[in-house]
């Protein structure tokens, strides 16, 4: 019987999840995807070399055997052949190790194209995607008009492209976005020679894969995060996927008592690129010093990423939706030395206060706790071991790793000293 593992992310995405799955996942003998596509960016560090994942997962630097591009993924074939590309200039057996489901969808130039659009037409009210054409792609599977892997092997395959393409470009005239076509000869082109290199690929069907493997451990890796889930995040302001664990089940076919632990990745503060409501958000000044600090700028667009504190009440949110069975925090060195330190612990709505998130987070003020900063990240320093002996008390979950770097050896192991919940 297969063993699952699931890690995801428990704000509005680029928690670390990469850097996370990357250091443990030597423990694996797969890690697979199962949602979202190239609006991920999980950032590794292989032999002193950044590289950015938009659909591989992050297993795919370590030993683990099988790196898995699920069927709940929409997958741009233009991005995909880059992403091995670079990868192959690090590590030899990339292709040897990766496997794609024959149930992804594809991302044409006319998604993105589409995707470009709606966010023009919306104007002020954009949800500001990463523009990689997410939203149009998962509309056509649930329109059921999409082209999935599996129809790069097949007669007609041109036809189907054509077919769908042509109604893509009549919506583009409905948006009044024609000019938008200018990019689309050239577009085309580094598609269909990306899908010519993609037909070279080893390709799956999960539930016979997984049958075939038996005894396997399994890592599944989340995109996004719990706040951009497309029915419990920060509706309309959200992705187009589901990414919470229920989605492990549907995007992989995993039956969901196979799941074991729940790993929830949240930075010691909060990030979000992109519109819509952010409770904790900080003032620009305190917000630049964190950007600056942190890096904080999107993996996938390079925007500056809007910053704000730890948010324990949409956290608490998270950790119930997911089931979550232990916590990793990233990127606390970037907190140390910093004050004041705030955090988030209840909200105040309409004049009443609530510990809970409600359908429209844009209506709440947070009222927040301040704790002293700490001087490093060890468990000698009372202040960094009080701020994480809070988080596990107020969410009822243990920290189990707290990450201090980008690179995956720096990391804090917590569950062998005793810090679990009093
Ligand atoms: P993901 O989408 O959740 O995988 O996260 P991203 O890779 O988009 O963003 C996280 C950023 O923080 C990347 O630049 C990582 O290299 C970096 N990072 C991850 N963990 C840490 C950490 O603990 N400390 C610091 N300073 N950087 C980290
Ligand atoms: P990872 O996996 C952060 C955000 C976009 C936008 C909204 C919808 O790296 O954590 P989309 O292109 O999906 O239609 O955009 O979701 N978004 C992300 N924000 N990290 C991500 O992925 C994201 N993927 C999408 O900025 O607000
Ligand atoms: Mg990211």
Redesign the pocket.
């Known amino acids: 019987m297969l063993t699952v593992d699931v890690l995801l992310?428990l704000q509005w995405?680029?928690?670390?999840?990469?850097?996370?799955?990357h250091a443990i996942a030597d423990q694996y003998d797969v890690v697979a995807r199962f949602q979202g596509g190239p609006n991920?960016?999980?950032?590794?560090?292989v032999d002193n070399k950044?590289i950015?994942?938009h659909h591989l997962p992050?297993g795919i630097a370590s030993s683990t055997k099988y790196n898995v591009v699920g069927a709940g993924m929409v997958v741009d074939p233009i991005t995909l052949k880059s992403e091995i590309e670079a990868l192959q200039e690090v590590l030899s057996d990339v292709t040897d190790r990766l496997f794609i489901s024959y149930r992804s969808s594809l991302i044409m130039p006319t998604h993105i194209l589409l995707d470009r659009a709606s966010e023009r037409a919306k104007g002020k009210a954009s949800i500001g995607s990463t523009q990689r054409g997410i939203a149009p792609s998962y509309m056509d599977r649930t329109g059921r008009n999409a082209i999935r892997m599996v129809d790069i092997q097949r007669k007609g395959f041109e036809q189907m492209y054509s077919r769908l393409k042509e109604k893509h470009l009549k919506l583009l005239k409905v948006y009044d976005s024609e000019d938008l076509v200018d990019s689309l000869p050239k577009m085309e082109e580094q598609w269909f020679e990306a899908i010519e290199f993609i037909r070279g690929l080893k390709f799956i069907d999960e539930p016979y894969f997984w049958e075939e493997l038996g005894d396997a451990r399994v890592l599944a890796e989340g995109?996004q995060?719990t706040m951009l889930d497309i029915q419990w995040g920060t509706y309309p302001y959200v992705t187009s996927s589901s990414t919470i664990t229920g989605s492990v089940s549907i995007g992989l076919a995993i039956p969901p008592h196979y799941i074991k632990k729940v790993i929830g990745?949240f930075k010691a503060y909060t990030t979000r690129v992109g519109n819509g409501p952010f409770p904790t958000e900080m003032p620009q000044e305190i917000a630049n010093k964190i950007r600056e600090?942190?890096?904080?700028y999107?993996?996938?667009t390079g925007r500056p990423r809007r910053c704000g504190w730890l948010d324990l009440v949409t956290l608490k949110y998270a950790t119930m939706i997911n089931g979550v069975t232990e916590l990793v925090i990233?990127?606390?060195?970037?907190l140390t030395g910093f004050e004041p330190l705030k955090v988030a612990v209840v909200y105040e709505v309409n004049g009443h206060q609530t510990s809970k998130v409600v359908p429209y987070l844009e209506d709440v003020k947070p009222i927040y706790r301040d704790f002293p900063s700490w001087s490093k990240i060890d468990t000698s320093d009372n202040n960094f071991m009080a701020f994480v002996g809070f988080i596990e008390k107020f969410l009822g979950v243990p920290v189990t790793k707290?990450?201090?770097?980008?690179r995956k050896e720096?990391?804090l192991e917590l569950d062998s000293l005793g810090t679990i919940i009093i």
Do not use: F, N, R
Not at 40 to 45: E, F, L, N, S, V
């Open positions: 992310g995405g680029d928690e670390g999840k990469g850097k996370v799955v991920a960016g999980h950032t590794i560090y950044k950015i994942l992050s995109a995060g990745v600090k942190g890096g904080e999107g993996s996938t990233t990127k606390a060195d970037v707290v990450s201090y770097g980008p720096q990391m």
